[in-house]
Every structure is written in structure tokens, then in C-alpha cells.
């Protein structure tokens, strides 16, 4: 029996999925064409998405980027809580919470170099977005810091400065892959991060 071929109404209440699929087929457009070179319509066919329904999602590219964004966010957040949400431990909720970030980088590092090189593209209002859902992610971070600091297990810094160091020390292999790529293993570059970051907070790791 041939497949069903969904109509427009099926794909927009095919939301995540669909979502997903612009998000990927963007992506890749963007990194093998360039991001001025590729047209809503291409993402679109790629993605083999109705135009339609890419138009539901955005109006112009720079929505693509917000949502490119919001995905990786929410991919790092939704691993975050079920990963911690049985530990007390804020070390260990700590160290769990800087893997986890490091390696959804990793996994979407094509996606995460996206965003640096054409953030400047961006309407005001993606703008607003992306850097309200990157507080959010150093939100995650204070909150765990905080909870260190209450128990005394963190000795009092500025949290929220503490949280932005642990963001930029991440987000660094991405931006500097190239170079770090010929010595060392995600593994191996998370582990030195951590001691450099559990070291600031005044613990032993």
C-alpha cells in the first residue's frame, strides 16, 4: 500500500518532528552553501517540508536561526533535568551539568559555529530570544553554584560571573576546534575544564 502523503494540516500538527526536519535540512544548507546563498524555498524542498508549513515556522532565514538556537537550548536542557534530578550532590550535579553542555555542543557543534558566524544577521527580536534562552542555560549553572555556596561545599563566588566562565570555557571547543582537535579528545578536554572550574570554586576534583 502506497504511503499517505501528509497534507499541509498533517505537517503542522506534526509540530517537533517537523520542526526538527527544517532545522536539520537548514543546517545543512547552510554549511555546505552558505547561509546568503541558501533561499527558504531550498530548505524547504530539502527538508521535503511543504513551503507552506517552512512559512508557518518562519517568515525569513534569521527565524531559522532562532530556531536552530532554541534547539540545541532545549536539547542540553531536557538531558540536563533527567540527568540530575536524583542528585544532591552539587559537585557531582556540577560536573554532570558541564558534560552534558560540552557534549551537545560537540554533537551540534556545525549548528553551534552557525550561530557565531551569522548572529550578527539576526532581527532584533531573534536576537532578544537567543540571548534570553543563553541566560536560561547560565541560569542552570548559577543555580547549581548557589546551591554549592548554601551548603558550603562552593566557596563564595560571583555566581553569575562563574556561570558565563563555565559557558565561554564550553563553548571554546567549538569556536577553537581547529586547534585543540590535534591533542586532545572531547573527553580529555572536558576533564581539564572541570578541574579548572571545580578549582575556581574551591574544590578539590
Known sequence: MPKKRLTVLDQIAASDKVRKKIIDAASALYARKGYGATSIQEISETANVALPVTYHYVKKKSGIMRLIMEDVLNIFQESLIEEIKDIVDPVEKLAIAVILYLRVLDRQR???????????????????????LEVQVSEI???????????GVFKTVDVDLMAYNILMLSQMWILKHWHFKNRLTLDKYIDHQLVIIMDALGVNY
Do not use: N
Open 110 to 132: 556545525e549548528k553551534v559555529l552557525l550561530l557565531y558566524q551569522k548572529s550578527s544577521s539576526l532581527d532584533r527580536s531573534s536576537k532578544k530570544r537567543i540571548m534570553g
Open 141 to 151: 549553572f548559577s543555580t547549581i553554584i548557589k546551591e554549592g555556596i548554601a551548603q
